[in-house]
């Protein structure tokens, strides 16, 4: 996957011309960021021969599934409420959600929901999400009940993740401050 040329991007301008340099530099930020973090999955995540040609359709759906924005918001949450991440590196404010509990698909759908009537949906995305990565070998699955599957976050994604943080924060330091304007 190849970076998006800055010759794609275009600017509005409205505000001053400060503002507009500072908000095409976001605009490349975040394609730059999702760029990397394809990237990342393709070369740490889906390294994977197939026996055959049915399994290689089948991840393919899988690999779909994770290189959408709503798996990798699951993805963050899962591994933020994993045992690989140490309290000490929650920001200021910020909790677990599960405090101790074992995360459930349905629990985290619910987490996830903005109002009662998107449980279904996030549920059922919550479900796809944690076949892919199950698949993939970044969650364990684990049944609970019958009707419940418990979710655990893996040493591979910490990894996956701590790369990810790092690629962000090599991208970031090309963004300059927003100029004062954009605060106000």
């Given at each position: 996957?190849?970076?998006v040329p800055v010759s794609r991007v275009h600017v509005v301008p409205t505000?001053?011309?400060?503002?507009?340099?500072?908000?095409?530099?976001?605009?490349?930020?975040?394609?730059?960021?999702?760029?990397?973090?394809?990237?990342?999955?393709?070369?740490?995540?889906f390294q994977r021969l197939f026996d055959t040609n049915s399994e290689r359709?089948?991840?393919?759906?899988?690999?779909?599934?994770?290189?959408?924005?709503?798996?990798?918001?699951?993805?963050?949450?899962?591994?933020?409420?994993?045992?690989?991440?140490?309290?000490?590196?929650?920001?200021?404010?910020?909790?677990?959600?599960?405090?101790?509990?074992?995360?459930?698909?349905?629990?985290?759908?619910?987490?996830?929901s903005d109002s009662p009537k998107q449980v279904g949906a996030q549920n059922?995305?919550?479900?796809?999400?944690?076949?892919?990565?199950?698949?993939?070998?970044?969650?364990?699955?684990?049944?609970?009940?019958?009707?419940?599957?418990?979710?655990?976050?893996?040493?591979?994604?910490?990894?996956?993740?701590?790369?990810?943080?790092?690629?962000?924060?090599?991208?970031?330091?090309?963004?300059?401050?927003?100029?004062?304007?954009?605060?106000?």
């Open positions: 996957m190849t970076d505000v001053g011309d400060s503002m507009v340099t500072w908000a095409g530099d976001y605009v490349m930020l975040l394609a730059a960021l999702d760029s990397r973090r394809i990237q990342l999955l393709q070369s740490m995540i359709v089948e991840c393919a759906g899988y690999r779909k599934t994770l290189e959408s924005l709503s798996a990798h918001y699951i993805c963050v949450i899962v591994w933020k409420e994993s045992d690989y991440f140490p309290r000490t590196a929650m920001p200021a404010g910020m909790e677990k959600i599960f405090k101790g509990q074992s995360i459930t698909q349905h629990g985290l759908g619910v987490a996830i059922t995305l919550v479900r796809t999400v944690s076949i892919a990565a199950h698949h993939y070998g970044l969650f364990e699955r684990s049944p609970v009940t019958v009707t419940r599957t418990s979710i655990r976050g893996t040493e591979l994604l910490h990894n996956y993740m701590i790369e990810f943080a790092r690629c962000c924060h090599e991208v970031s330091g090309r963004l300059s401050a927003p100029p004062n304007q954009a605060c106000e």
